[in-house]
């Protein structure tokens, strides 16, 4: 099956984003990073729209686009990755919005409910691909997969931007744990995805790109940002890396043609 790039990239951007935000929350709840928060609120909205219009140049035509846009509540796996993206992308602008405000507990109510849509997030990008239909993505693993990839990206990009935004040693210390903890769960995610197909996935994707670069270089990297914060735009490439790698292997082990209004019509969930 060919590989459906605006699908790549939206699911990649969409996760990271959704990611972003969950460790704005998790440092808020720490207390840790407070420099770094707003500025990564905002570069997870940005990472939210520009995937959505990722997901949009996918639909090619405007009756498709608004076809899917009539049928948003349908619930499918598809329209239950819009509906996260725009809560994400709300809570996100609310979070902007009660950090210039006073109120430091509505802030840190807004990180936490970040929190939960963000990592949401990551999940369902995956989980709108597990069909019947397609027996390499019919299975948990696949969405846990995306789960780790955007966990990864997201937590490496928080520590790029508090590494760009120079904030203390301190809050390095604290964060990094769960960024290394983040690339940890990408590998196994990566692992059991790959159990899951039978290893039948191209060697070169597979283990050069997602395991070794994306996941294993990652944790590498991400074990030295406590002591050298330049680690984490490393890190930050190797995740990225992993997660394009992951997800184009995903088109490639599927069978035959298929794009999101071919779904759609399988599932009748759309009435196209």
Partial sequence: MAIQWPLVIFSLLAGAGGALLAFVGLSGVLGLAKKAR??????????????GCASVAHLAQPANIMAA????????GISVELI???????????YVLTARGESANATKIVGIVGIVTGVAMTFVVGNGYVMEAQPNWNTPALPFAYLGSGLA??????????AALKTDEADFRGIMPWVLGATVVQL?????YGFAIGFAADVLLYWGGAVIVGSVGAIACAAFIAKASTM?????????????????LMWLVGTGFLDAFGTAAVRGVWGV
Avoid at 84 to 94: F, S, T
Avoid at 153 to 162: E, K, N, S, V, Y
């Fill in 38 to 51: 707003v500025p990564a609120a905002v570069g997870a909205l940005v990472l939210l729209v520009v995937g």
């Fill in 69 to 76: 846009a009539a049928n948003v509540f349908s619930f499918s």
């Fill in 84 to 94: 996260m993206l725009g809560v994400n992308a709300i809570v996100a602008v609310a």
């Fill in 153 to 162: 990206t997201g937590g490496a990009l928080f520590a790029t931007l508090m």
């Fill in 188 to 192: 196994v995610a990566f692992l059991a």
């Fill in 232 to 248: 984490a735009y490393a890190t930050l490439v190797c995740a990225v890396v992993g997660g394009i790698c992951l997800r184009a």
